[in-house]
Nanobody, 115 residues
Framework: QVQLVESGGGLAQPGGSLRLSCAAS????????LSWYRQPPGNGRDLVAK???????TYAESVKDRFTISRDALSNTVALQMNNLKSEDTAVYYC?????????WGRGMQVTVSS
């Protein structure tokens, strides 16, 4: 079993930065990718960024060149550095793991971009 615990998030001004972090614990050897998803108010949950155990990254078009996903294999954490934030980045952000026994989600945390 794998557990995901998120930290970071909160309030930022437009043009500002935030860093999200997600720590995986448990049977982490079963993880083959880690991702961040987000769900804006009244909308569905969409992929923001993904990183595989091989270090291959994928980004949503709307966040390319602004967000960076990274993974620390030793600490089993995945981070999302968000720069040049925009109001449309406001959403609940979820950590997500794909494992050989299924998919797991973190509890989610609010990110609000507002002046």
């Amino acid at each position: 079993q794998v557990q995901l615990v998120e930290s970071g998030g909160g309030l930022a001004q437009p043009g500002g930065s935030l860093r999200l972090s997600c720590a995986a614990s448990g049977y982490t050897n079963s993880i083959y990718s880690l991702s961040w998803y987000r769900q804006p108010p009244g909308n569905g949950r969409d992929l923001v960024a993904k990183i595989t155990i091989d270090g291959i990254t994928t980004y949503a078009e709307s966040v390319k060149d602004r967000f960076t996903i990274s993974r620390d294999a030793l600490s089993n954490t995945v981070a999302l550095q968000m720069n040049n934030l925009k109001s449309e980045d406001t959403a609940v952000y979820y950590c997500h793991a794909e494992t050989y026994s299924g998919r797991l989600w973190g509890r989610g945390m609010q990110v609000t971009v507002s002046s």
